[in-house]
């Protein structure tokens, strides 16, 4: 047979089609125009909620686990906090009931001492509540802004606490809103006593650190981590007996005769919510009697006419 006459076509199991680089370049076109087409006209848009809808199902299911296991993971954790802060408010109503079943009978023990000593009562200390509003733009500051004022009966210089001890005080008055510097204002500074050792002295705000600072102590001054200060009622502000602050740690410094006292304030002076707002020691006193006249002033020679 002439080899001509045979038939050289690939049989159609092994025929080609077009090249691959043919092939990449209409798929390519055609994404492009598919992706082309969708962000205008998304015409892929019910496809895809089709899609989501049937396979919804299937992923709440593959989430199950994982949400069942953070579940877990969070109901533990919630419950080691619940039990951890029931401890710490039972603790704190043990010592509250024995302070409270104190107090009555230190109660009569002064009223009996000040009839010996002849001393007048203790000054009552009226106050109502208040809510801090938000805190003051300024960022150099530490003031909030309270919801009582003028109109209240709120006056400059009132002392602002909460549950835990001293906030700061009402420097501003507006008739319905009021500005209360906190402890922690670099420019505040509070009377206070060190009730371990009946020592006084005063503590500033240290805006840097969210604390207070207890200055102007000898380097040798007996105070230690974890005395308490509390006001000491002698500038006219603060009723004596205020929770100020913990002392956290002292600092001897070579270099200086004072040491340098770092203190945590007691109330929550960054996210109080709710305050008391005492009226000032100074409104409740009885007002100073008037300066008696001068007596003449004695002349050489005799008595001034």
Known sequence: MPLGTLDRTPPPFFKQGPSSLSKLMVFSALALFLMVADA??????????????????????????????????????SLTAAQAREQAVRKQLAEQSLRANQTEQLALENQQLRKMLALRERLTTPAQAAEVLYEAADPYTRKVIIDKGLAHGIEAGSPVIDDSGVLGQVTRV?????????????DQ??????????????????????????????????????????????????????????????????????????????????????????????????????????????????LRK
Not at 174 to 186: A, G, M, Q, Y
Request: charged share 20%.
């Open 40 to 77: 205008r006209f998304r015409i892929t848009q019910p496809l895809r909620a089709a899609v989501a809808t049937v396979l919804y199902p299937v992923q709440w299911l593959a989430l199950r686990p994982v949400l069942g296991v953070r579940m877990a993971g969070e109901y533990v954790e």
């Open 174 to 186: 507006h008739p319905l809103i009021s500005e209360v510097t906190l402890v922690t204002d670099r």
């Open 189 to 302: 500074a509070v009377p206070v006593l060190n009730t371990r050792t009946g020592v006084r002295g005063i503590a500033y705000g240290d805006a840097s650190s969210g604390g207070l600072e207890l200055r102007y102590m000898a380097a040798n001054a007996d105070v230690q981590a974890g005395d308490l200060l509390t006001t000491s009622g002698v500038d006219g502000v603060y009723p004596a007996g205020l929770p100020v602050a913990k002392v956290e740690r002292v600092e001897k410094r070579p270099d200086s005769a004072f040491a340098r006292i770092v203190c945590k304030p007691q109330g929550l002076a960054e996210g109080a919510r709710h305050v008391m707002v005492v009226r000032p020691v100074s409104a409740q006193m009885p007002p100073r009697p008037a300066p008696e006249d001068p007596p003449a002033a004695v002349k050489k020679g005799g």
